[in-house]
């Protein structure tokens, strides 16, 4: 599993779209408390869609599947189909040493059918669940708070807490105050 923040807008262009909607001199805060203060207790939270941010992500097919639930998000997703390459073929561990070596013989079948000319077309549906992909996804603040306290949940799969986690992590302290409570 891997993680990276490619993107993240600052509470600037929170900020810019708030001032449209409330007068800031009535306020009586600035910045992040006075964003805090407008979405979070006047639940005005779409205004959290004036920002976003952008991560790449490496983990299994389970977290790809539980995250594209999330339909308010942009996916970019490496393609199995036209790039299957006997060096890319990695799953991911799931910490039970019967699954994982069973994977490990499941990946030598795979290899087998790649040897043998089959095609990607075919071969990528044999690819379970913890076939590691790479993909893209960009989310908006708001669209951020949904998921965030659906994915780091303690019922959520352990996987996607993980990198749920770690797109958390990644987003600057502020920004993280605002997407998750």
């Not at 805060?29 to 408390?33: E, F, H, K, P, Q």
């Not at 908006?140 to 669209?143: D, K, V």
């Given at each position: 599993m891997k993680v990276e923040l490619l993107r993240c807008d600052t509470i600037e262009n929170?900020?810019?779209g708030l001032s449209q909607c409330y007068d800031q001199s009535k306020q009586g805060?600035?910045?992040?408390?006075r964003i805090k203060k407008v979405c979070n207790v006047y639940k005005h939270d779409s205004l959290l869609e004036f920002g976003s941010a952008t991560w790449e992500v490496t983990a299994s097919t389970k977290v790809l599947l539980e995250m594209t639930r999330h339909r308010m998000a942009s996916y970019a997703c490496k393609s199995s189909r036209y790039t299957l390459d006997k060096g890319e073929i990695v799953f991911e561990p799931t910490g039970d040493k019967e699954?994982?070596?069973?994977?490990?013989?499941?990946?030598?079948k795979i290899l087998e059918q790649i040897d043998l000319g089959k095609k990607n077309d075919t071969v990528s549906l044999m690819l379970p669940q913890a076939y590691q992909y790479r993909w893209q996804v960009q989310m908006?603040?708001?669209?951020m708070k949904n998921y965030f306290n659906l994915r780091l949940h303690r019922t959520a799969h352990f996987q996607i807490r993980e990198v749920s986690q770690a797109m958390l992590d990644a987003l600057p302290k502020e920004i993280q105050e605002l997407v998750y409570a």
């Open positions: 929170i900020d810019s805060v600035d910045g992040i408390n699954i994982d070596t069973t994977l490990e013989e499941f990946r030598h908006n603040f708001r669209s």
